[in-house]
């Protein structure tokens, strides 16, 4: 039972460079989340989709972009990186409205 | 605005002993009510929710929660806590009606068991 999976676990990135935090689920799930968690101040929503296709912004989606071009997959990309990102990212998903969230094991990402 | 809260950043408990973490929201309407707990380096696990009907709730691991309209209070529980209970306890909160299904989270309680 895979349920949601991120890679990498940990990156360490330089001002200005640019990657993508990869996210899959096999759970057929609809709704797919990116959450940023920085100590003591809980988790906030990045972005989130409500289906393939669909995507929208959540409470801190500035310097972050997504695409869901498949059910699976929630990819979130960094373009310009800055040390204010330097956080741990975590993917979940869902089936819907009043269903539990699945978490993937999160990505430490340190931007220096 | 909509929002959770847990006011406590820490809650220490002697093993044994019942344990309360304590959750409140402000959402208009009937919202789905959640509680997840985080281990060190993972993810956040599920525990229980409330949808609707009874308002104690049964989760994993021996938690239960009690939904409380006229307080909008959500308190998590167990009435014998275990040292392994140790972890960081999250409240969630999906507000009704909410097409999107955003799930707003409270910024969490340190749970410390003393053996």
């Known amino acids: 039972n895979a349920g949601v999976t991120q890679t990498p676990k940990f990156r360490i990135l330089k001002i200005g460079q640019s990657m993508t935090l990869q996210c899959a689920q096999d759970?057929?799930?609809?709704?797919m989340y990116w959450y940023r968690q920085d100590p003591g101040m809980g988790l906030k929503l990045i972005y989130y989709?409500?289906?393939?296709?669909?995507?929208d912004k959540g409470e801190v989606p500035n310097g972050y972009n997504v695409s869901r071009s498949t059910t699976e997959d929630f990819p979130l990309r960094l373009e310009l990186a800055a040390p204010s990102q330097t956080s741990v990212y975590f993917c979940?998903?869902?089936?819907?409205?009043?269903?539990?969230?699945?978490f993937g094991q999160g990505t430490r990402l340190t931007v220096v | 605005a909509q929002s959770v809260a847990q006011p406590e950043d820490q809650v220490n408990v002697a093993e044994g002993n019942p344990l309360t973490v304590k959750c409140t929201y402000s959402?208009?309407?009937?919202?789905?009510l959640f509680w997840y707990v985080q281990y060190p380096n993972r993810g956040l696990q599920f525990l229980l929710k409330?949808?609707?009907?009874?308002?104690l709730v049964k989760g994993s691991y021996g938690f239960e929660a009690e939904f409380n309209k006229s307080q909008t209070s959500f308190h998590l529980k167990k009435p014998s806590a275990l040292v392994s209970d140790s972890a960081l306890y999250f409240c969630?909160?999906?507000?009704?009606?909410?097409?999107?299904?955003?799930?707003?989270f409270g910024k969490g309680t340190r749970l410390h068991i003393l053996p």
């Open positions: 989709s409500v289906g393939a296709g669909i995507t």
């Open positions: 969630a909160v999906r507000p009704p009606r909410n097409r999107d299904d955003k799930i707003i």
């Open positions: 979940a998903s869902s089936r819907g409205p009043g269903t539990e969230a699945f």
């Open positions: 759970m057929n799930h609809n709704y």
């Open positions: 959402v208009s309407g009937n919202p789905y």
């Open positions: 409330y949808i609707t009907g009874d308002n």
